[in-house]
Structure formats: structure tokens, C-alpha cells
């Protein structure tokens, strides 16, 4: 196949993966970047430990999508264990954690970045950074604001890899929405994924937020889904962490269509109601405090009970275990989409060919978060991008096979 000249707009995971498999099939690769460095969400992504896939069988896998059957022949093509030879590749060992998600060894993105541009580099992959593309001019080809002024482009073929709308500052300003959709693209507008959700707290809980709520489980009122052995932090605004984060979608979709959400919390998941109950019962002259704190009620877990429940009730162990064991909170809103870890929405499925390729607009493909799917933390959304970037670059190959 001859080489062609190929440009990928967005030097995130989506876009630099596409350009590992255009660089290592000999195409001509330049990639632009609107920010003075590239990957700076991945970066951000490795701060607390880079999550980057999860270990878990591709049938569950695959259904922590909303659009499962849209996704699956992309992480088929690109799954867990190849995400972790690949990394082997560039020299960076990885780890199953206790919950099936995988690691690299380091914890940080920043020394899997750092190889990763390397190899990009000695394979002939040109990075241009401070390049903003801004859309089309009349001709069809690439308009870019850079220091040096004013550029346009007519690559061969052109991967869109610009991220979803959360994190501004990393990049992802979501500003290409407004120019698709003037193009023809059918785009489901961006919300915030993954987010914290608003709740109002009373002055008694004042001196309990910012505190782990920890081994619990929640469900959202109309929805089946129930998020296991997970942990919540109380904030100032509402309520975010892992379990809030797993159940964005049906409390978003609940929060949009009535304007709230009912959040159900389980405070002691591997107690039933009635053993839970027998052992809250009231005995001796035992203080409540004393009961609760044996069942594994206190801290923020107690202090929630003391909330909901009027104090002529803390003695009744029936009444304190419901409570328990169905804890309800109104969630009013989400928090706003530049503070979301990722976002839903994006260029719809209907918008492409099965190659990735946007209809309305021939040569153009799309990858990553801007495609419109949807997934929970736990190294769903990197593989995704990742995933997406090989099958946009492999749809370029494809159609350059043909030429
Ligand atoms: C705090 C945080 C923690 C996270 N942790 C995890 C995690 O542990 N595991 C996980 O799986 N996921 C995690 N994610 C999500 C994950 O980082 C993203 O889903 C993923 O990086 C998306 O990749 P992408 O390439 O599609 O988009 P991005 O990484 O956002 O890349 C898009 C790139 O396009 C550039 N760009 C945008 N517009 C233009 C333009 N007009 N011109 C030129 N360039 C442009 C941007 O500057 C950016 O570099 C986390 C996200 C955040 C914010």
C-alpha cells in the first residue's frame, strides 16, 4: 500500500493510538495538537493511579457500555490484553489490581506517555503543537490557528480526535460540536458523565463532608442496576465518588427528565434487614451509640441515620434498620460538565460508516470520547479512546487499500 498523508487533529489517547497503527502501517502521519503538549488528560487520568483497562470477561466487559453492541468489535479489536502487550511493548509492565483493573507497575500515565511519543517519533510521526483547528474552509481542507498564523491542510485522510467537553483547561473544549453539526453530523449534545450529583445537606451534616462513606451499595429508583462494595464522599455541594460515578447514567437520566433523582444507599450491605435488626435491638443499658457502633453503624454512617430518622425512632431497630438498609437521598442536579471526569453525547453512530468515517463529511473519520457513548470509571473510557483510535486508523488503512 502506498503511503499516504494522513492528519489526526487531537494528541490524546484516541488520537496518538490512531496514529501508533498509521505510523506502524508506513503512512505519513501528522498530528496536531491545540495545547502546548499532548495528553495532558491522560496525564491528568494517572494522577491518582492510571487505571487503563479492566481484566474482567469480555461479556461484562463490553456491557458496561451504553452502546455495547456499537463498541464491542472496537474493544474486540483492541481489549484488555492487548492494551497490556502493547504497553509490554513500549517497556511498561502492568498489574491486575484487587478489583480486576489494571495498572501499570508505576501507577503514573507520565512514563507510558513519554515511550509512547518516543516510539511515535522514531516511526516518523511529526507532532505539531499550539495548532487549533477551527474547521473547513470552502475547499474542504483543514483550517489551523498557530503561532506562525493562519494554515490549511488537505491530507489524504483525517482522524477527529478531540475528546469530549469536560477539563477545558486539558483541551477538550468541545468546540468542534458547533462545526460538525454545521457540517451535516448528527451530534447528541455533550453532558457531563461520571460527576458529582447536588444534594442539600443540613447544618448538622456540616462537619461530615469531605468524609468517605465506605463499603456500601446504591441503586437509582426506577432502575435495576445496583453498584456493589463501593465508596461515596460526602461534599459540600452533594455527593460524587466510584459508586455516584457507576450510576451517572440512570441518575442523569432521571435528574433530566423529572428534575431529581432518588438515590438509594444499602450502609450495610452484608447484613440482612432482619439480623441487622436483631442486633440493633435494644438490651441491657447499652447507650444507642454503643448498639449502633457493634452493628457498624458509626462515623458518617450514624450520622446519617441521625439525619433521616427523628430521635424518637434511634431506639427502634426495625425502624433504624429500614433506614439502613434503604437510605434515600434527592439528588437535585449534576455538577457542571467542565468538572465531570468524562462526558456523554457526542458524533452519533448514525453519523458514521462502520469504519468510523462521518458521512457527511468522505475522508473524515472520528475516534474517542467525542463519539457518543457512554461508560463508568474503571478503565472503560481509556480503553474505549484507545480502542476507537485503532479501528478509525484501521478504517483509514482500509480505504487507502482500495484506492
Ligand atoms: C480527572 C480524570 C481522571 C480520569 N481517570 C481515568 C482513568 O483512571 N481511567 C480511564 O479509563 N479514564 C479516565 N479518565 C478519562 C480519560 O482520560 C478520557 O476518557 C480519555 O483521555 C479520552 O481520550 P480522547 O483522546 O478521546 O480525548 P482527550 O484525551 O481529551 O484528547 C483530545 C485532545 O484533542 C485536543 N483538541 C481538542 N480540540 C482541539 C482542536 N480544536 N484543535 C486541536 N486540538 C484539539 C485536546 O487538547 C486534547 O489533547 C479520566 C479523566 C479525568 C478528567
Not at 35 to 58: D, Q, Y
Not at 187 to 198: H, M, Q, T, V, Y
Not at 272 to 296: C, F, M, P, V, Y
Request: with cysteine; hydrophobic share 40%.
Amino acid at each position: 500500500m502506498k503511503s499516504k498523508h494522513i492528519v489526526i487533529i487531537g494528541a490524546g489517547s484516541a488520537g496518538l493510538m490512531a496514529a501508533d497503527v498509521l505510523s506502524s502501517a508506513g503512512m505519513s502521519v501528522d498530528v496536531f495538537e491545540s495545547k502546548p503538549s499532548v495528553g495532558r488528560k491522560f496525564l491528568m487520568a494517572g494522577k491518582g493511579g492510571l487505571n487503563i483497562t479492566h481484566s474482567e470477561p469480555m461479556a461484562d466487559f463490553i456491557g458496561r457500555y451504553d452502546q455495547s453492541d456499537w463498541l464491542e468489535p472496537m474493544i474486540q479489536s483492541f481489549d484488555a490484553d492487548a492494551i497490556r502487550e502493547w504497553m509490554g511493548s513500549l517497556g511498561v509492565a502492568s498489574f491486575i489490581g484487587s478489583s480486576g483493573r489494571v495498572f501499570p507497575t508505576e501507577m503514573k500515565a507520565a512514563p507510558l506517555l513519554r515511550r509512547w511519543l518516543s516510539s511515535l517519533k522514531k516511526r516518523g510521526v511529526r507532532v505539531h503543537c499550539r495548532h487549533y483547528w477551527h474547521g473547513f474552509n470552502q475547499e474542504g481542507s483543514l483550517r489551523f490557528r498557530a503561532a506562525e498564523g493562519e494554515k490549511t491542510l488537505t491530507p489524504y485522510a483525517t482522524i477527529l480526535a478531540l475528546g469530549g467537553g469536560s477539563w477545558a483547561s486539558l483541551g477538550s473544549d468541545g468546540k468542534w460540536v458547533s462545526i460538525l453539526a454545521d457540517a451535516g453530523v448528527k451530534i447528541a449534545p455533550l453532558l457531563p458523565s461520571n460527576c458529582g450529583f447536588k444534594t442539600l445537606w443540613s447544618p448538622f451534616m456540616q462537619t461530615h463532608l469531605g468524609k468517605p462513606l465506605k463499603n456500601i451499595s446504591g441503586w437509582v429508583q426506577g432502575n435495576k442496576e445496583c453498584i456493589s462494595s463501593s465508596e461515596a464522599v460526602l461534599t459540600t455541594y452533594g455527593i460524587e465518588g466510584g459508586l455516584i460515578y457507576a450510576l451517572s447514567r440512570p441518575l442523569r437520566e432521571a435528574v433530566m427528565a423529572t428534575g431529581s433523582a432518588t438515590l438509594y444507599l444499602d450502609l450495610l450491605p452484608h447484613s440482612s434487614e432482619a439480623a441487622l435488626a436483631t442486633r440493633l435491638a435494644h438490651t441491657g443499658k447499652q447507650s444507642t451509640d454503643n448498639i449502633w457502633r457493634k452493628a457498624g453503624l458509626e462515623g458518617l454512617k450514624a450520622a446519617l441515620i441521625r439525619e433521616m430518622l427523628p430521635k424518637k425512632k434511634w431506639s427502634d431497630p426495625f425502624a433504624v434498620s429500614a433506614c439502613v438498609k434503604k437510605y434515600p437521598l434527592t439528588l437535585t442536579g449534576m455538577q457542571p460538565i467542565d468538572e465531570a471526569i468524562s462526558t456523554a453525547g457526542g458524533v452519533m453512530r448514525e453519523a458514521l460508516s462502520e469504519d468510523l468515517m462521518l458521512h457527511s463529511l468522505p475522508n473524515v473519520f472520528c475516534a474517542g470520547e467525542m463519539l457518543d457513548w457512554d461508560a463508568p470509571t474503571g478503565g472503560y473510557l481509556l480503553t474505549a479512546s484507545f480502542a476507537s483510535g485503532v479501528f478509525a486508523a484501521k478504517g483509514v488503512l482500509k480505504m487507502a487499500a482500495l484506492d
